[in-house]
């Protein structure tokens, strides 16, 4: 039998998977979803909806993370995180809510900088896209990790 997580721990899950909200939006609430205890069936549908996510987000239509809608689509998505893990780890859930929701302003303003930062250099804007991605995923696979560990 594994032992809970602490509060603190749950809290930096929330954080961190916040971040990975800011990043890619589906990713953070994907942190508890995607483990065995779901039907394969629900955990095929987060994965297509991550898919979905990192595709469009290389479309040139799509527009910016910092628009009212997308800002606070990613947000909610980062809330919902950190309440996601607070609930499965059986710790406080308005803490980890609030980190959550933070964490994935602040992660959407960073990812925004960094992806402007690369404009800047003129060269294609594919590769920082793809190391968003993959920072993006590996932030919720570190939270993940809090909730189920092997």
Known sequence: MSQQPSSRALLLASGIA????????????????LSSKHSAWSRGLVLAGIA??????????TPS????????????AGGLAGFQIARTG?????PSTVAGAA????????GNAWRQAWARTGKPDLP?????????IGLA?????VVTPS
């Open 52 to 61: 979905s996510e990192l595709v469009v987000d290389k479309l040139p239509q």
């Open 65 to 76: 993370r910092l628009r009212l809608a997308p800002l606070a689509g990613r947000v909610a």
């Open 103 to 110: 964490a994935a302003l602040a992660g959407s303003y960073a």
């Open 90 to 94: 059986k710790g406080p859930v308005v």
């Open 18 to 33: 916040g971040l990975a909200s800011g990043g890619r939006s589906t990713l953070g609430p994907a942190v508890t979803r």
């Open 141 to 145: 696979y570190a939270a993940s990790r």
């Open 128 to 136: 920082a896209a793809l190391a968003e991605d993959a920072a993006s």
